[in-house]
């Protein structure tokens, strides 16, 4: 039998007063100071089916990437070029925000914002994809998966897409021109040929009531926030800023506060284990 504090029934009846009180005190409900962001841990090739893959867990969020390559013409206009196509999928599993069935628009407009910041960083030129001009040419399938979701799944990811890349090792391939064909070596792989000075190191806030900025929101905090404003950073110079995003309405007053706050965030990345 499972017990119900009073805590947790005015949480659920009064989620904006519940957040507002602690929040007067400077402190989150998790225990967290407003600017300071959740423990990250990553974990790589833990799909030994995948060619790349990662696994990420940013306090209660987890997300798993696995990278699939496949072998495909090159658009007639882009011969040179192979593709990179990130997806995210927020199954039921992860969370009872979420329903069964074909892809949510959150998940759609999630995988867009990450195609959009891998693009951005530049971490993989396409042009090192490309097997023969105008002949054939890599596609790497980035599928990532949310298992657990508690909030700032966009941060999750975009980690473990960019880890699952530098995971990634792809068959040597060769195309014949007589016959047509693209053979792959069974005994030499090679490392994907990414830009190790671009990769991007994101981190996410929330804006409360106009006035309180919190970073790395939780699953509680999301539905209470007026915007969402991420913040990505390079992780050869962190003063390097390589996008801004918004979502939502206001927020601008705050953009200077997020991006110091990125900034001291990424050192701390950089200066861990993690992106070594």
């Known amino acids: 039998m499972t017990t119900t504090s009073s805590s947790d029934i005015f949480?659920?009846?009064?989620?904006?007063?519940?957040?507002?009180?602690?929040?007067?005190?400077?402190?989150?409900?998790?225990?967290?100071p407003l600017n300071v962001a959740r423990d990250l841990a990553v974990n790589v090739g833990s799909i030994s089916t995948a060619d790349g893959s990662a696994l990420v867990r940013l306090g209660n969020t987890t997300v798993v990437c696995g990278v699939k390559a496949e072998i495909a013409e090159p658009e007639l206009d882009e011969g040179v070029r192979g593709f990179l196509v990130p997806n995210l999928d927020l199954p039921a599993m992860c969370s009872p925000r979420?329903?069964?069935?074909?892809?949510?628009?959150?998940?759609?407009?999630?995988?867009?914002?990450?195609?959009?910041?891998?693009?951005?960083?530049?971490i993989l030129p396409l042009t090192s994809l490309s097997i023969h001009p105008n002949k054939a040419a890599w596609v790497l399938y980035v599928d990532a998966?949310?298992?657990?979701?508690?909030?700032?799944?966009?941060?999750?990811?975009?980690?473990?897409?960019?880890?699952?890349?530098?995971?990634?090792?792809?068959?040597?391939?060769?195309?014949?021109?007589?016959?047509?064909r693209t053979t792959c070596s069974r005994k030499i792989k090679v490392p994907l040929e990414l830009n190790?000075?671009?990769?991007?190191?994101?981190?996410?806030?929330?804006?409360?009531?106009s006035t309180h900025v919190l970073a790395d929101p939780t699953s509680f905090e999301e539905p209470l926030l007026d915007t969402t404003i991420s913040i990505i950073m390079s992780n050869a110079n962190p003063d390097r800023l390589i996008s801004v995003s918004?979502?939502?309405?206001?927020?601008?007053?705050?953009?200077?506060?997020c991006v110091e706050a990125a900034r001291?965030?990424?050192?701390?990345?950089?200066?861990?284990?993690i992106y070594k």
Do not use: W
Request: one cysteine or more; charged letters at 25%.
């Open 11 to 32: 949480q659920r009846l009064h989620p904006r007063v519940y957040l507002e009180r602690f929040l007067a005190e400077n402190v989150r409900p998790d225990g967290r």
């Open 98 to 122: 979420f329903k069964p069935g074909p892809p949510s628009e959150e998940a759609q407009v999630l995988s867009d914002r990450l195609n959009d910041a891998l693009v951005a960083s530049n």
């Open 145 to 180: 998966i949310c298992i657990n979701y508690d909030g700032n799944v966009f941060d999750a990811a975009l980690i473990a897409m960019v880890e699952a890349l530098r995971n990634t090792q792809l068959p040597k391939a060769t195309y014949d021109e007589e016959t047509g």
């Open 196 to 209: 190790h000075t671009s990769l991007p190191v994101p981190l996410s806030f929330g804006v409360f009531d």
């Open 246 to 257: 918004q979502l939502g309405a206001g927020g601008n007053d705050a953009l200077l506060t």
């Open 264 to 273: 001291v965030r990424c050192r701390e990345i950089v200066g861990s284990d």
